[in-house]
């Protein structure tokens, strides 16, 4: 037990962040707002020489093997200076590919992945928001040696940038349990696909994609057929849980520029810092954010070393969608008038912040999924051993 | 980063709970009920039978008190982690093994060697226990404008004033006082530690009574005591050994005992208990027709506690993890202070909602639920964000020394 950064820790954390801050000032997330593919190709390379994409993958496919606790601290970072980035959708689809893939998909992938040719997405979420299997309606039919999709998916990550992307479609009607769905590994680019921009509050780039008569053939097909539930499961918290060390890192960062702000803007003769009702917010930011990250950094540990961890994830996303919410919108007290200015960079976090407490589970719906492990299960829950209780030897 | 124990502390959490099972008898039990003294739980110094004492006989043959200090002074030179894991079993059974409390770490840093051969062995023991002498009736946040005075006469020191909330000193066998030894200098920097045995002529202890435990409150409820007490010095002399660390420098050495106060196994579970039995009793009960735990309003609840609840864990593994590193906290301890007992109240309040006018049934009511645990603990909750420096001081200090903001000029 020891929930410091250990010094390698630090290292990685101290490099991403001098590399970021020479490399990605808040100019280059405000002009990728309106760019049309909305990330710059030369720091995504950039960041491919320094290993990111690459990080959790195997080294036989062009990766470092490193866990995932590492790769939370680069999107705490890149979090922390609103990279405008494919990161977070590119690395969630290709962990997924590295785990559960066969190994000519990942042969086919990954390589590309880890030297920053290569962009990906998944697609889970359909008209009902929530994570859930039977929110899944997009129908893929056998048909020879190929697959045929048909539907639509909303809130695509980086569509248009995309080569490929990971989609969640039902190949058997009638779910019964979890099955039906499977996982399969599409051409962003193939025949019948079309999707149209969402206009976000992050101005992101998130898409409604439509697949008309989609044909997939059947070795892109990741996992087994109809028992995609649990490695899609598996891909939506740990995307879930990068999501959360990515708004850390922004929240981290929001409350950092309100404290320093404070410290030299004076209102009635002194900086408004030098006020308790300032310093108590700015200590509550500290703590709520600090609180998020050891949620969100045991959820990792644990899914690095092979834990159960869906509830761990859960109780990270649902502080976070609070605290971050809370840190951006005491930010923005702190700077009054000023805060609300485009010039000013802060609305760029502000934006981004709270819109990624809307992303991956909102705070109903990860609380629900801890009071089913707590209250819909046997046994006497104790703090600090696993819920669903397990049997104690 | 590693959330885990050890094969060797997994090993030794389930000896302990075995050990627990076995030792911690109807008779020992017995013995506990309705005292709430110190901590969570029972000690040797504060057993009120030969049931407890034998308990903590057996539990020093383990080796299990005071793993984490040295061996020449009576410990085990272990590490912190591996005393946390047995302080939180323990602690879970109302046993707080934990007696060193924070005046052994303060005089390991500070005391002279002769205090340290002296002290701890008895400390860890049990045999000795430090009631803490920092507030008195002009102060509470504001413990640097203490006024309590002790003068150095040849050998001696010579203390007068009075000190206020001094919990346990009608049971513990020595105080760690704060006194102004020099009050012409900046109030900081006139103040020193006495270690002052009880007994000493010209000490007079009187009981406080609060709003706690009245009816008795069962184990395991509340956070302390419904005595605490006002202590009087009278030409109290002591001698000039007694005094901890430097003179004038008692400040700094206050703050050790102290900072390790707001952390650690009893602090956590004070804060975290209700959250664990409410889980736990909305499983299993219902009202008539009404079943709480299908009460969507409720579940959501739920998990927001336990959420706040792991997050109160998870700081105290951080306060573990950066005393095992030898570290000092800079904003940790504070930051952790703030947030377990504002958690622990808003458990409190939110269960009170839960159950609605059950809530307020006391231990010995008819209809009372758990023996009224989750009332008592609408009174005993937030005394935690009030005693050791306030959840508003922690804030300041969190705001100055973490994050660096300025001090606002004095009104």
Known sequence: MDVLLDADERMLRDAARAFLEAECPPATARKMESDPLGYPPDLWRKVAGLGWQGMALPERHGGLDLPLVQLGIILEEAGRAIAPLPLHSTIVAALTIAKDGADAQREAVLPGVARGDTVL?????????????????????????????????????????ADRCLVACRTAPAPTGNAGLSLFLVDAKSPGISH??????????????????????????????????????????????????????????????????????????????????????????IIWVDGGCLLTYEALWK??????????????????????????????????????????????????????????????????????????????????????????? | MDFGFTPEQEALRREVRAFIKEHVTPAVLAEMEGHNEGLIGVTRGTSRGPAVRELFDKIQARGWLGISYPKEYGGQGGDRITQYVVEEEFARANVNVATAGSSAPAILAAGTEEQKRYYIPRLLAGEFSFAQGFTEPRGGADLASLQCRAVREGDEYVINGQKMFTSGAHYCTHLYLMVRTDPKAPKHKGISVLLVPLATPGITVRPLWTMQNNPAAPTRTTYGQSRTNEVFFDDVRVPATALLGEENKGWTIGAIGLNLDRVGAARYLISVHRDEDIVNWIKENRFDGYTPADDPAIRDKVAELWIEAQVCRLMTMRSMSIVEHGGHFTYEGSAEKVWSPEHGVRTAETISQMLGPYGQLLNGSLRAIEKGIFAHQVMGAFQSGINHGSVQVMRDQVARRGLGLPRGRKA
Request: with cysteine.
């Open chain 1, 196 to 285: 149209t921009p969402l206009v976000t509050l992050a101005k992101d780039r998130q898409s409604e994609v439509v697949f008309r008569n989609v044909r997939v053939p059947r070795a892109n097909l990741v996992g087994e057929l109809h028992q995609g539930w649990p490695v899609i499961e598996r891909m939506l918290d740990r995307a879930t849980a990068l999501l959360c060390a990515q708004m850390l890192g922004a929240a981290r960062k929001d409350a950092e520029m309100a404290i320093e702000y404070s410290k030299y803007r004076e209102a009635f003769g002194q900086p408004i810092g030098a006020f308790q009702s300032i310093q108590h917010i700015c200590a509550d930011m």
């Open chain 1, 121 to 161: 997405t998944w697609a889970f979420t359909e008209q009902d928001p929530r994570f859930l299997p039977e929110t899944v309606k997009m129908r893929a039919k056998a048909d020879g040696g190929d697959f045929v999709i048909e539907g639509v998916k909303l809130f695509v990550d980086n569509f248009a940038a």
């Open chain 1, 303 to 393: 899914m690095d070393q092979g834990l159960p961890a869906s509830v761990e994830v859960s109780q990270a996303k649902a502080f976070c969608n609070d605290k971050c919410a809370a840190v951006a919108r005491y930010s923005q007290t702190i700077h009054g008038g000023i805060g609300f200015m485009m010039e000013l960079d802060l609305q760029l976090w502000f934006r981004r912040i709270s819109a990624w407490t809307m992303r991956l589970g909102a705070t109903f719906e990860h609380r629900a999924r801890i009071a089913r492990a707590l209250l819909d299960h046997p046994g006497r829950v104790v703090l600090g051993r696993p819920v669903p209780v397990v049997a104690e030897d």
